[in-house]
């Protein structure tokens, strides 16, 4: 897949799920995934869920499609992606759209286990601690 992928459609609500046989993410690839919080708080986002493999071919995106009117709240935790059996590697791959100002500095940290792709936004930077 090269591009954007976007599991949901027609202005639907965040939330939708698209199942695929294999998936294979080329290098620049973009996972659109827009979300919100329920009732209850937890966060529900598009999500792609893959019943064989799932490629990471090189660093990508996943957009979560926010703006500076309604960034993400930081840290922030979401699966982006279910899978069967995993191949490469997610290492390098960036949170876009986060509605977060430029000077705000986070790292995105991926980890692939257990069947799922779960994603955390932190911030970033270097902490000192002087006595």
Do not use: H
């Amino acid at each position: 897949m090269t591009g954007t992928l976007d599991p949901g459609t027609n202005s639907a609500p965040a939330g939708a799920t698209i199942t695929v046989q294999n998936l294979a993410l080329t290098a620049g690839a973009t996972l659109a995934c827009p979300w919100t919080t329920n009732a209850l708080g937890q966060v529900t986002c598009d999500s792609v869920t893959v019943t064989g493999t799932l490629t990471a071919e090189g660093p990508g995106f996943f957009d979560l499609g926010r703006t500076d009117q309604a960034p993400i709240p930081v840290p922030f935790t979401f699966t982006a992606a279910t899978y069967g059996a995993t191949d490469g590697s997610f290492n390098g791959w960036k949170a876009v759209g986060t509605g977060l100002p430029p000077e705000k500095k986070v790292a995105t940290v991926v980890e692939a286990a257990g069947g799922s792709v779960t994603v955390t936004i932190l911030y970033s930077g270097t902490l000192l601690l002087l006595q």
